[in-house]
């Protein structure tokens, strides 16, 4: 470090400083000279002066950081921003490594507590130092703290694994040998913290975790455990992957007797109900007891985009519904300026979490702006970009621009697609009546080299879309995919199966292909195509009774030979006609757009039947009111009706 000189006050009054009226230039001279001295006399302290002097700097940066965004910092704040932090609030990597460096020389003096502290030091400011051999600091520590892990204490041990998970350096030998010690664990931020940790790393420590459950259960309260803790714990058991309904049940049974939740903060709040959805434990009372908290708070404001995509994604997940809550956090969400703190994965979550339960137009139109806004979609991961359309999909909301955006982007990084990413992200646009013969070309290839790794709902999706589309290509429909079909027929549900009787038409009778799916998988489909009770709406009975009115006998539910059921069957002038009444779910929205089902019946049925096929749209029928002679003039006029039929 480059020392600095004073002026010439600063001199004057060295033996008698009164820090409050320091000019700027003379407290930054005496902070670099405090930093000067420490690194001149660096080898002459011991492993304890290093760590807490490591220690101290790691605490000052984590404070400057938090208050990054103050305005009006005084001059100790400014000069020490410029000492340990770089423009872009990284640690000084030169200063750090320095110690780093210091602390290796004299590594063999640390004790349990110097080297857990040393860890955890480096892991506040989330620097690991890199040494010219290639290991870096972390793997030497691991190493020591092994050689002796006898001489650690509880807490050590915790702020050691934490310090590790928390830098993602995941050491297997050390994290074995502190597992190994759990019996030595008391204090309840000591439980928290180490399975947070192990299951941050992905370490798998079963001795570990059935200790700490013990822990859990066998106490008569959990008092002496704040909501962190408890948040922590059942958090780090459904990441892992570690059953326990014993402790789940404890857990949420002390939050749901609890007098008040207001000590949960809005993270304990959200990983709370997102570990109980992961780790598919059902418990309505925690779930609600939490929802009602949420609602009856006067702000959201508090709640990162994060805690709040996480809360509905929860309640979702775990087929929890509570419209007051969603609609809370919807509204906050669409009251909110610019959707900047919210990341992919949170935009994704949000929105398919509200498709599932409740849409809501106004966020759904939010959250599209946004993402139409965006300079591009390159931090948006492939599945990320097909469940934000899977979700636009299944709540029919439209906006072309988002869909068009999402197209462009999908085309330009195919090849990062994953089978499920393709399916879904295909089986949207479809859904939504979205034909863009790009889109679905340039996937052709990618869902050829696909098709061995599809799920059961996935394969049949893929055909299914491209059906709609009417996209044909023997590279991705030939006797592979079929041969795949017969793989997979038992596990295929009803919905999979209608389309892939879908696919077979378009196949067979559309495309003219040979062969389609073996008779005897293509029967199950039929039969289940056909098996849907057909329901009869007021909307249809007018129809139907006007187009009497006018002399013709429609007969209504016809089966017709390619499996689908027409509203109406007429005969005009010697021809038969189908009639579809088309109701608001045969579109997209409230709008006029045909969905995908729509488009494929009106295109399958006349070239399979050889039948013309007319459509009553419902918000054409509803312009005419209840005036029965509008009607039936506008049926006349549909069905060329020159004279009416006796």
Known sequence: MTKRQPNQRSKSSKNNINIGKLSFEDMEYMLFTIFDDTANGIEYYNARDLTEITLGMAKIIKILRQQ????????????????????????????????????????DEFDARSLSNLAYA??????????????????????????IGAEFNAQDMSNMVWAYATVDKTHAVLFEAMGNEVNEFKHPQDFANTVWAYSKAGVNHPQLFEKVANVITESKRLDRFDPQHLSNIVWAYATANVPHPKLFEKVANHIVASDSLARFVPQALSNTVWAYATAQVSHAKLFQRVANHIVESDSLGRFVPQALSNIVWAYTTANVRHPKLFEKVANHIVKSGKLDRFNPQNLANTVWAYAAQVPHPKLFEKLANHIVESDNLNRFEPQALSNTMWAYATAQVSHPQLFRKVAKAAIQRKEEFDSQAVANLLWAYATMGIVDKQLFSSFVPKAARLIDSYTDQGLANSGWAYAVADVDDPTLFNAHFINKCVEKKDGFEIEALRQLYQWHLWQTKEKSHPGGLPTDLQERCYDIF??????????????????????????QEVLMESGYRIDAIVEVNGKVVAVEVDGPSHFIGEGRSPTGSTILKRRQVPLVDEIELVS??????????????????YLRKLLGLTTVES
């Open 68 to 107: 990054s965004n103050r305005r009006g910092e005084d001059s100790s704040r400014v000069i020490l921003r410029r000492l340990l932090l770089s423009k872009d609030l990284n640690p000084n990597r030169e200063l750090f490594k320095f110690f780093a460096g210091a602390s290796m020389d004299k590594l």
């Open 122 to 147: 480096y892991a506040l400011i989330d620097y690991v130092p890199e040494f010219d051999d290639g290991s870096d600091l972390f793997d030497h520590i691991a190493m020591k703290a092994v050689e």
């Open 530 to 555: 056909i098996s849907e009770e057909p329901t009869i709406s007021k909307f249809q009975d007018d129809v139907v009774a006007q187009l009497s009115s006018i002399g013709l006998d429609p007969k």
């Open 616 to 633: 009553v749209p419902y918000l054409e029928w509803n312009k005419l009111g209840k005036d029965r002679k509008k009607k039936q003039a």
